[in-house]
């Protein structure tokens, strides 16, 4: 199983991104999927999650100005950042909750994309 994202870049303050993220690969159920942002020097936080069901959680830091949603369909995570602060700089991992064939749960890990905002 495998997680491969897109979508960093280099954007101005105020603008907006969108990242995305893909699973693929055979596995039983795909649960809570999400973002977590790691910024040089920093440990790796929470930024945003959804559940099978559609239920969010947010980093206080980016209430208001991320949206994670996904597509169980396409088995894609989104993360829409608008309203971007130099400080949303970091690396963005997206990440999966899966229960494997052998029934056992994981953790799957994307490569990471970069996002750095600057004028």
């Known amino acids: 199983v495998q997680l491969q994202a897109s979508g960093g870049g280099l954007v101005q303050p105020g603008g907006s991104l969108r990242l995305s993220c893909g699973v693929s690969g055979v596995f039983n159920i795909l649960n809570a999927m999400g973002w977590y942002s790691q910024a040089p020097g920093q440990q790796r936080e929470l930024v945003a999650s959804?559940?099978?069901?559609?239920?969010?959680n947010y980093a206080d830091s980016v209430t208001g100005r991320f949206t994670v949603s996904r597509d169980n369909g396409k088995r894609t995570v989104y993360l829409q950042m608008n309203s971007l602060k130099p400080e949303d700089t970091a690396v963005y991992y997206c990440y999966a909750e899966i229960v494997s064939t052998a029934l056992r749960r994981q953790n799957i890990w994307g490569q990471g994309t970069q996002v750095t905002v600057s004028s």
């Open positions: 959804v559940t099978r069901d559609g239920c969010t």
